[in-house]
């Protein structure tokens, strides 16, 4: 059963068990979170849809829901049950039913801005004491407009008309999470736009069963939710693989000649396959890697690419494969080279059968229909597959990180000595305890690192925050520089202090900064904030996973004496730093 845009909303509805039943079967290794729905009308289909979604993003929910319409009482009184589910997310389904008070014509301007600030407070102090009181993301809907205006077209801009209320107070909203971590809207504005507000509202969904928006709605609104929880949960794509002929251009470059291939203002196809390069181009701000993976001759790839009616050059790519290969070997391929999972990547290519052999061999790659060029943007961008819940300088400078990773790599050729190598790439380090300038970044780090990762525990922004100010905590981050740019934050480490002990909880770095003598760094920093704290004593976990394996002898390495072995595969190593000396000989470190 499909479960990316565009689906059928009826059929998942209909066979929502057996799709649940198929998606527990299928071996897939889930993280679990415990997810309560706070809801201001019915919510019971939105969990059996957000459940799919999830289940095939990688994510095991359970969940907690609200008696019926009874969110803000079990927001805000003492509410047992919800404290003992220890929820991760709480999501306030909210919708414009929920609003109390709405401007009358005969309501002065003052009254109307009671009005508003009154409906706004009463969610802030609901966002305030659930965080005070759980500690955990949350997610609110922002409100949709009503599906009639009483004004006409002043409903938009008279301080009586609900349009321009409903405006009003979603900036509210919007300036409340800008401000703070951790806190997300679920746009349903947005979206009841996009599907036109006489498709979001169906009143007989409402009088029969008290659902603020229509199956079709639901669906909907549950997907977009599944994309927020995903992305903080750090289940995003990071890759986009595109084919070129049909796909970036129209026709075929080794056919047709670079100077007859459709691209640019002259022609309508060209326009259209014009504004889809520059929606490709606009990814690279957000950090995603743009790689290409075509059956072409390469000199014949590179002259469509260069076209100069088009948006995209071959800068704007990490990996160029124009080649001859199967494509899922490309993609395996270009997984290695940028030391990736190919379970990251999003595959774009016109040909179905291309699809059908890509998504049949490489496991876990995101294949979107793309059946017709005007459909090319809205498919990609309808399917979230980048949705961003943080945002850091780190991912503005993603692509110049791997073009500079690049750069090193061709530096190793160079050297016969991998020592020689790492002292000619004139590294420095700068290792703190955990600031808020980075908590986006630590969060999101955490969340996404699989393969040198000791533990694999995931931390949401508000629980990086939270270790961050506990003094019963170490934490350290660790940036690193060379001669060819900045890596930007690529190793953290938590330590949970236990008298005369440290516990690691989380042990990961970025696989981009491999075999750099970071780990030492790292771990050289770490005993001496050890001492600082009089500390004698650390212990470290290594939980297996499917992905970790390259960590599991690293305590070995690090000098750690092995206690406990389980047949799991997982173990705990024990060091005692009273003669522990310093294992890092090439990076200049700045410990803070």
């Given amino acids: ?162 349009v321009n209320f409903v405006n009003r107070l979603n900036d509210k909203f919007y300036a409340y999470a800008r401000s703070n971590n951790g806190f997300y809207i679920n746009d349903i504005n947005y979206l009841s736009a996009s599907m036109g507000l006489d498709n979001w509202c169906d009143l007989s969904f409402w009088y029969m069963y008290k659902y603020a928006m229509s ?61 889809f390069q520059k929606y490709i181009k606009a990814h690279k701000q957000l950090g995603i890697l743009l790689t290409v993976n075509s059956k072409n001759d390469e000199e014949n790839a590179l002259a469509g690419i260069s076209h100069p009616d088009g948006a995209l050059n071959k800068d704007d790519f990490t990996v160029i494969k124009a080649n001859w290969e199967n494509k899922d070997r490309n993609i395996i391929q270009t997984a290695a080279q940028l030391n990736l999972g190919a379970d990251s990547f999003v595959f774009c290519d016109d040909n179905p059968v291309e699809r059908d052999i890509v998504a049949s061999s490489v496991e876990g790659i995101a294949v979107p229909k793309f059946d017709d060029p005007l459909n090319y943007i809205r498919t990609l961008d309808k399917n979230a597959y980048f949705e961003i819940t943080a945002f850091s300088d780190d991912d503005l400078k993603r692509n110049e990180m791997y073009k500079a990773n690049a750069q090193r790599q061709s530096l190793l050729y160079e050297c016969a000595d991998f020592g020689e190598y790492l002292k000619g790439l004139e590294m420095t380090a700068v290792i703190e305890g955990f600031i808020p300038m980075y908590y986006q970044r630590i969060s999101h780090l955490a969340n996404k690192s699989n393969q040198f990762n000791l533990t694999t525990k995931r931390y949401t922004v508000d629980e990086i925050q939270n270790v961050a100010e506990d003094k019963s905590y170490i934490t350290l981050y660790g940036k690193l520089s060379d001669k060819f740019g900045d890596n930007g934050v690529v190793s953290l480490v938590i330590g949970r202090k236990d008298g ?93």
């Fill in 1 to 162: 059963m499909n479960l990316s845009y565009p689906f059928d909303s009826a059929e998942l509805i209909k066979n929502k068990k057996k799709i649940k039943r198929e998606l527990l079967n299928d071996n897939t290794v889930r993280i679990k979170k415990n997810i309560a729905f706070l809801g201001g009308s019915t919510t019971n289909d939105i969990v059996n849809m957000t459940e799919l979604f999830l289940l095939s993003n990688g994510i095991e929910p359970s969940f907690y829901q609200s008696e019926y319409a009874m969110y803000w009482q079990e927001a805000m009184f003492e509410n047992k049950e919800l404290k003992e589910f220890k929820p991760d997310i709480i999501f306030i389904h909210t919708t414009l039913r929920n609003i109390e008070e709405l401007p009358a014509m005969n309501d002065s301007e003052q009254r109307v801005e009671e009005m508003l600030e009154g409906a706004y407070k009463k969610f802030e102090a609901m966002w305030e004491h659930l965080k005070s009181e759980y500690g955990c993301t949350i997610i609110q809907n922002n409100f949709e407009y009503p599906f009639y205006r009483l004004l006409g077209n002043r409903d938009a801009w008279d301080i009586h008309g609900t």
């Fill in 215 to 275: 199956m079709n709605g639901v669906v909907n609104l549950a997907f977009n939710l599944s994309n927020i929880i995903k992305s903080v949960f750090g289940k995003n794509k990071k890759t986009l693989v595109m084919d070129l002929d049909n796909t970036l251009w129209g026709g075929v470059v080794g056919d047709d000649g670079v100077e007859n291939i459709e691209i640019g203002q002259e022609a309508a196809d060209g326009q259209c396959f014009y504004d």
């Fill in 500 to 592: 005369k002990r440290l516990h690691i909880d989380l042990w990961l770095m970025s696989c981009r900064v491999l075999k750099r003598d970071m780990e030492f760094a790292m771990l050289d920093s770490l005993v001496q904030k050890c001492r600082e704290n009089g500390i004698e004593e650390i212990i470290g976990y290594y939980y297996k996973t499917a992905k970790n394996s390259m960590v599991s002898e690293l305590y070995k390495t690090f000098g750690f004496e092995k206690t406990e072995g389980f047949e799991n595969g997982d173990s705990e190593w024990k060091l005692n730093i009273e003669n522990y000396e310093n294992k890092n000989k090439v990076i200049k470190v700045e410990l803070k």
